[in-house]
T-cell receptor
Framework: QKEVEQNSGPLSVPEGAIASLNCTYS??????FFWYRQYSGKSPELIMS????GDKEDGRFTAQLNKASQYVSLLIRDSQPSDSATYLC?????????????FGAGTRLFVKA | ETGVTQTPRHLVMGMTNKKSLKCEQH?????MYWYKQSAKKPLELMFV???????ENNSVPSRFSPECPNSSHLFLHLHTLQPEDSALYLC?????????????FGPGTRLTVT
């Protein structure tokens, strides 16, 4: 079983719609959760971090965490063509001194103008 | 710019060559990381250094040898690589304490082994 699992996509949404990206993880003791965005040919950059159950909103982005279901999601409201990228889910269980963050393979998002 | 730089940006090397990748961070962070990113695969953590001490070594073949001379610089020494080692090698840094795990990535080195 993969430690961090994401649908590879591509997920295609029209401009202005809500894009919903999902991620499941296998380690129940995971404590820290991150969403990174990676444009083609570029390196990952942090979009959101979330540490407790519930929703966390930052502009057009909302991260949702459900530790009981081992599920974390990212919602992008009013999607723009510039949001087209690969979104990486990352999970840290605090083990190994806290430095071992496990990444999913990413979901490719395509926003159609 | 994230404050993490990597050189070279592109590298082509033969299997018998020896080369080094360099990473420098200007953020005052205490932890630095090497990742390998291959097509269609998750980022693979290779090494982590915290305050210049190696704290994570993720079963990486010995043909990859990391070096961290100080908290701002990280090297990855390469020798006798295989074609399957061709990938994007990403360096990252983080503030380093357990509650500050957000990682800032450099632009990466695209490595091709011929």
């Amino acid at each position: 079983q993969k430690e961090v699992e994401q649908n590879s996509g591509p997920l295609s949404v029209p401009e202005g719609a809500i894009a919903s990206l999902n991620c499941t993880y296998s380690d129940r003791v995971s404590q820290s959760f991150f969403w990174y965005r990676q444009y083609s040919g570029k390196s990952p950059e942090l979009i959101m971090s979330i540490y407790s159950n519930g929703d966390k909103e930052d502009g057009r982005f909302t991260a949702q965490l459900n530790k009981a279901s081992q599920y974390v999601s990212l919602l992008i409201r009013d999607s723009q063509p510039s949001d087209s990228a690969t979104y990486l889910c990352a999970v840290n269980n605090g083990g190994g001194g806290g430095f071992k963050t496990i990444f999913g393979a990413g979901t490719r998002l395509f926003v159609k103008a | 710019e994230t404050g993490v730089t990597q050189t070279p940006r592109h590298l082509v090397m033969g299997m018998t060559n020896k080369k080094s990748l360099k990473c420098e961070q200007h953020l005052g962070h205490n932890a630095m990381y090497w990742y390998k990113q291959s097509a269609k695969k998750p980022l693979e953590l290779m090494f982590v250094y915290s305050l210049e001490e190696r704290v994570e070594n993720n079963s990486v073949p010995s043909r990859f040898s990391p070096e961290c001379p100080n908290s701002s610089h990280l090297f990855l020494h390469l020798h006798t690589l295989q074609p399957e080692d061709s990938a994007l090698y990403l360096c990252a840094s983080s503030p380093g304490t357990s509650d500050l795990l957000v990682q800032y990535f450099g632009p990466g080195t695209r490595l091709t082994v011929t």
